[in-house]
């Protein structure tokens, strides 16, 4: 038998089919979905970069720590200028003075590294919650895509 | 089963082709959602590309100015504390010697708590820095592990040993003289010169450049360069073009693009092909004495970072939220056609069953 009169197959028009239509533009959904899933990837680096600062923050006001319990103090019994007259009570007086007065500039200085590390802080949570809320809007969208496909498909 | 129509529609079939109304609303009126859609979407995702390009930068920018490290003050005592000098040294004939020694005529603070021992290795001293300092007259020192008779030791052996001591306040100035009240004024002022010269500099921070170095190649300059770039030519164009000004036609101040542009603007004032300058950059006038107690100069630049981290995080919000809102639409389109389908699928089942009976 000839098979060069046979008409090929053509499939019969399925005018329900989305395919030869639209389906580039339904999926722009998809590239978004995409962009949302890379934004949570991205908004994690910048979490983590934010928690480096802040751990460097931590050892600067360790370093002040450290400093402060090496700022000496004079006590009547022990150490130098310990006597009991007034001469030694006088001069430990002083000293005492001046060893509270660098203590104190050196809190003042701490407490800025302390503030300014308090800050960060509120603004790795902040990053942190719109990783959630990022990671929350990818589930959304799956699930509602997954809501969609089962009404239509009804 | 359907209802059969003869119309031309937007998907180019042709007129002549019947088709069923269920066709024309799962295609027609879902093509008009898909394009409504289709063009908000569009824009929105060259949008988002951007924000997540500029919070990817960001995050960049932060990891290169975490490349500091503190340094640490050291040891005040050892640092700034006069070196040990030998104040004193002892003949010892036998093992036990009573000597004479007022360290009142010296001017000690702070004893060494070593004492160097001449021939005498092995034993210690049984006395504690403290305890040296204040005393005066006779003082017998003792060994440990010397018998009191000092048999162990040769007959006419000669040994000698010296206390060795260390201060911050210089001999000239101890005790100083004393005031009428009985203060020791020049004893206080050396004491707290000493003290300024260690503690009145802030705790400083170094710059490390990270395991690449500086120079080179993927090393901390040719990074930031690239960054550099990356939001002069891509960043701030593509974040100009999304931006919403305001009513007066002017930038907003305090979006991302406001502070992306700041943020290149102290990028472009540090020459980072030159390592001292990328240095600057770094320790962000943190070493400057003073400048921590001016919150307008230590640590501005990541001040700068942090905003603008805040101003993209915020950006994304926005633009999250008006992903939700075309998701919505989108549902909505979606669910209404779903519904419409089944009205219209009973209204024929209705049909169906009247012409059945």
């Given at each position: 038998m000839p098979t060069e009169n046979i008409p090929p197959f053509v499939p019969p028009y399925d005018p329900t089919d989305l395919k030869s239509g639209h389906y580039t533009e339904t999926g722009i959904l998809n590239n978004i979905f995409n962009e949302v899933i890379q934004m949570t990837t991205v908004l994690q680096d910048v979490a983590a970069s934010q928690a480096n600062r802040l751990n460097f923050l931590s050892q600067w006001q360790s370093a002040y720590t450290n400093a402060m319990s090496q700022v000496p103090s004079f006590t009547a019994g022990a150490g130098p200028f310990s006597g009991d007259n007034t001469t030694d009570s006088n001069i430990r007086q002083d000293l005492n003075r001046v060893s509270s007065a660098v203590t104190q500039t050196m809190q003042n200085r701490q407490s800025i590294v302390s503030d300014n590390a308090k800050a960060l802080q509120s603004n790795v949570n902040q990053t942190n919650d719109a990783v959630n809320q990022q990671s929350n809007l990818g589930t959304s969208i799956i699930q509602e895509m997954s809501t969609l496909l089962s009404s239509i498909f009804h | 089963m359907g209802i059969s129509i003869n119309s031309a529609n937007a998907l180019g079939v042709p007129v002549d082709q019947p088709q069923s109304l269920q066709a024309m609303i799962e295609l027609v009126y879902v093509q008009s959602a898909n394009d409504v859609l289709y063009n908000h979407l569009q824009s929105l995702q060259q949008y988002l590309a951007t924000t997540q390009n500029t919070a990817s930068v960001l995050a960049q920018l932060q990891n290169l100015h975490n490349e500091v490290s503190v340094v640490n003050k050291g040891n005040f005592a050892s640092g700034y504390w006069n070196g040990f000098s030998t104040i004193y040294t002892i003949n010892l004939v036998t093992g036990n010697s009573a000597t004479v020694f007022d360290?009142?005529?010296?001017?000690?603070?702070f004893f060494s708590p070593f004492v160097s021992l001449f021939g005498l290795s092995g034993y210690n001293l049984l006395h504690s820095p403290e305890q040296l300092t204040g005393l005066s007259g006779t003082k017998i020192w003792q060994f440990q592990g010397l018998p009191a008779s000092g048999s162990i030791l040769p007959a006419n052996t000669t040994l000698s040993f010296a206390i060795k001591a260390r201060s911050f306040v210089p001999a000239s100035k101890y005790p100083g003289p004393v005031d009428a009240n009985g203060n020791s004024q020049e004893t206080e002022g050396a004491y707290r010169t000493a003290m300024s010269a260690f503690?009145?500099?802030?705790v400083g921070v170094s710059a490390?450049?990270?395991?690449?170095?500086?120079?080179?190649?993927?090393?901390f300059s040719q990074q930031i360069l690239a960054i550099k770039t990356e939001i002069s030519t891509q960043l701030i164009p593509g974040l100009s073009a999304s931006q919403v000004r305001l009513a007066n036609g002017q930038e907003d101040p305090h979006s991302l693009l406001a502070q992306m542009r700041g943020v290149l603007k102290t990028l472009n004032s540090y020459n980072f092909q030159n390592e001292q300058s990328a240095i600057a950059w770094l320790t962000d006038n943190y070493n400057t004495a003073g400048t921590q107690n001016n919150a307008t100069s230590g640590g501005q630049i990541q001040q700068q970072l942090t905003n603008a981290i805040t101003a993209a995080e915020s950006l994304n919000t926005t633009q999250t939220e008006s992903v939700r809102n075309y998701l919505y639409l989108f549902e909505e389109y979606y669910k209404s056609a779903t519904s419409i389908l089944q009205q219209m699928t009973q209204i024929i089942q209705k049909m169906a069953d009247g012409i059945a009976r």
């Open positions: - | 360290p009142t005529n010296y001017p000690i603070h503690f009145g500099t802030p490390n450049f990270g395991s690449a170095g500086f120079y080179g190649s993927g090393g």
